[in-house]
């Protein structure tokens, strides 16, 4: 199970700096092939939607082997595509190959959240945010690698080349080591140390069948439209609200990442300690002190400390959703599908967040369009409760709801 856990971070590291590598060359990219903004964005856009199909179709691809060889596959493709978006010289081919990215990307998330599930169901405790907190760490790890790049010269193929390699020796190596879960029953919580726990859903004749497993995707939604958010207009703001310097702004978004990365490092223990409802309850409260924070900062240095106090906040709602929707599962198979299926609401909340924030801000201002972030941390305190522990939840999601 250790080899397993550690194969399951480096997918989780594979995945976090090939997408950061690629996302931080998006200024090269425009120049190499002169595409203006509005191009770029739609580039973003299709590969997000794209992303979606990705998940569904490694959700079937699980069913008929493994999440083991979903997983590997994914990295494969998104090495070789990524190779060829760095070295294109076609401007339909870096198109086509992003839009292949697109499919990688949404496979690898949802077959290394499968393997998350499967590796915290033998581990019989939260484990999930130190997979999330693997890719938070890669993501830094690639914006600095690219900082790096372009201050040394480093050709942009190669740059995104070497990148790739480092995926296909995940995939080769440590790949091997992932979990290959069949139909297995998951292993039990007594349900009288649980005393508030729910049964698992049986069939699901739905995209998600059950209201606790929607409120779980709403969360997901949620989440990402507020991390959308602050990466996208996260240094607009600073720059032409507060009127911070071209380099305090990139701050803003850097706090709120390194703040994300602490409260996963340290999320499983909270879990263990609290309960995964009053570590999200606790984790929105803070979010919400965040994120209003940010909207009355009179100043840059206040608003990047909001930031940050929201990556601290809300950053254990994704791997917390996933182990939730994994626990609810009546066998691993399930908890497979579960999983790719809750995948699409990373996509669904990514493309709203940017788009509801930008559309309110470009009517009220950047910070009437950041108070919607506000009202989406405040969502998740009504959507705790769908983090309650099941009866077949080894880990618990930490402990009794509390």
């Known amino acids: 199970m250790v080899h397993a856990r550690l194969a399951t971070s480096a997918a989780f590291v594979a995945q976090g700096l090939l997408f950061t590598v690629l996302l931080t060359h998006l200024p090269q990219f425009k120049d190499r092939f002169a595409l203006a903004d509005g191009t ?41 595509t990524a190779t060829v978006i760095g070295t294109a010289g076609e401007l339909w081919l870096f198109i086509a190959a992003f839009a292949m990215y697109g499919i990688a990307l949404g496979g690898i998330d949802a077959a290394s959240n499968m393997q998350g599930v499967a590796v915290q169901h033998g581990y019989g405790r939260s484990v999930l945010n130190s997979f999330h907190a693997a890719w938070s760490a890669a993501a830094i790890a690639g914006a600095l690698y690219v900082a790096a790049g372009e201050e040394a010269g480093l050709d942009l193929g190669l740059s995104v080349a070497l990148a790739a390699g480092v995926v296909l020796i995940i995939a080769a190596g440590p790949g091997a080591w992932l979990l290959e879960p069949r139909l297995k029953t998951s292993g039990g919580l007594d349900a009288r140390s649980a005393p508030d726990a729910v049964a698992p859903v049986g069939e699901l004749p739905g995209f998600l069948s059950r209201g606790p497993l929607l409120m779980l995707g709403l969360a997901l939604a949620a989440y990402w439209a507020v991390d959308s958010g602050a990466s996208s207009w996260g240094a607009i703001y600073l720059t032409d609200v507060l009127d911070s310097s071209d380099s305090v702004a990139p701050l803003a978004y850097g706090a709120y990442q390194a703040l994300a990365l602490v409260s996963r490092l340290f999320g499983d223990r909270a879990v263990q300690r609290a309960g995964a409802v009053t570590t999200v309850r606790v984790g929105a409260l803070i979010g919400i002190t965040g994120t209003l924070l940010l909207v009355l900062a009179p100043a840059p240095a206040v608003a990047v400390t909001g930031f940050a106090l929201a990556g601290l906040g809300l950053a254990v709602v994704p791997p917390l959703c996933f182990a939730a929707a994994g626990a609810r599962a009546r066998d691993q198979l399930q908890a497979d599908q579960l999983v790719a299926r809750l995948n699409v609401f990373n996509y669904l909340g ?38 309650r522990p099941t009866l077949t939840d080894p880990a618990g999601a930490g402990s009794a709801p509390r």
Request: no cysteine; proline share 0%.
């Open 40 to 80: 770029v964005t739609l580039i973003v856009v299709m590969v997000t939607l794209i992303a979606g199909v990705g998940s569904l179709a490694s959700e079937a691809l699980a069913a008929r082997t493994s999440s083991r060889l979903a997983l590997r596959l994914a990295l494969l493709l998104a090495a070789v």
């Open 350 to 387: 990514a493309l709203l967040g940017a788009a509801l924030i930008g559309a309110v801000g470009s009517g009220l201002g950047l910070r009437g369009g950041f108070f919607l972030a506000v009202l989406l941390a405040g969502s998740l305190l009504l959507l705790a409760q769908a983090f």
